[in-house]
């Protein structure tokens, strides 16, 4: 640690974040950090991420991808995005060494980064044979390969509310999939996957309460396909590109206004 340096640091976002004449947060919880480390809460913008909703729609969960992939047939909780710290993978993998009854089921996750490795070697370790490993799909298979999963896994580590919002969630929900989020219950992600009604929110550092929703999403006992529609249903209405261009425009005609 260098604490000369991130004293440093905090001294010159301070600084920027007081003397900035608009701010822009993508979320309330991030807006709510941002004031606190200086930010005029008058400055302040939430504008969220968005989606491409014309280049990712829904699939058929069968479909060239996963029959290439030899997921037909599989109950598939999926993983796409980065393979690195704020991702929570290790409490995926916990949960999959409590599912080794559940012979239906593929864990599959999609992606590198910086904790890739290290993730395949916790899954050998503990979970072997029940994770693959698939490197990054090319952007025009992106529809096809989220389509796969039954149910998309959204991790992010206790005490990263406010300062990560996966914004992968926003590509799951325009593929119509539904999430299980293990996050902390402040953050982004919980809110938005309660308010639309898109999946289950589960405590961050909890692989059995993981492994329990997984298991609960594999004996039918949530309309999984329902969910997956109103998240659809959710992007199409506040997460569109168009959308945000709006709001950035309107932004930037307040500031020069």
Same mark, same amino acid.
């Given at each position: ?35 606190? !480390?200086?930010?005029?809460? /008058? ?25 290439? !992939?030899?997921?037909?047939? @599989? ?8 393979? +690195? ?8 993998? @916990? ?24 993730? &395949? /070697? ?8 029940? &994770? ?8 025009? $298979? ?11 896994? *959204? ?12 914004? $992968? ?16 219950? /402040? ?11 898109? +999946? ?14 997984? $298991?609960?999403? *594999? ?8 969910? +997956? ?6 992007? /199409? ?11 950035? !425009? ?8």
């Amino acid at each position: 640690e260098q604490p000369v340096l991130v004293g440093i640091l905090r001294l010159l976002v301070g600084h920027a974040l007081r003397r900035a004449d608009r701010v822009v947060a993508i979320g309330p919880v991030m807006r709510d950090r941002l004031v606190a !480390k200086g930010a005029n809460a /008058e400055r302040m913008t939430v504008i969220p991420n968005w989606v491409d909703t014309a280049a990712i729609t829904p699939q058929p969960r069968n479909n060239p991808w996963s029959s290439q !992939k030899r997921l037909d047939g @599989r109950f598939v909780v999926m993983h796409s995005g980065n393979v +690195g710290h704020a991702q929570n993978l290790e409490t995926l993998i @916990r949960a999959a060494a409590l599912l080794e009854d559940v012979e239906q089921l593929s864990i599959v996750i999609v992606g590198f980064g910086a904790r890739h490795a290290a993730t &395949i /070697e916790l899954a050998r370790a503990i979970a072997p044979g029940r &994770i693959s490993f698939l490197p990054y799909q090319p952007r025009e $298979r992106l529809p096809d390969s989220l389509s796969t999963a039954d149910v998309h896994y *959204v991790g992010l580590p206790t005490g990263l509310a406010g300062y990560v919002v996966p914004s $992968r969630v926003y590509g799951i929900l325009a593929a119509g999939r539904p999430i299980i989020a293990a996050v902390d219950e /402040e953050s982004e992600t919980a809110a938005l996957v309660r308010g639309a009604g898109c +999946g289950v929110v589960v405590s961050a550092s909890d692989p059995s309460a993981v492994a329990s929703a997984i $298991r609960a999403a *594999v004996n039918g006992e949530h309309d999984l396909a329902e969910m +997956g529609r109103r998240g659809r249903e959710w992007v /199409e209405t506040n997460a569109t590109r168009d959308a945000a261009l709006a709001r950035y !425009k309107q932004l930037l005609a307040d500031v020069i206004g």
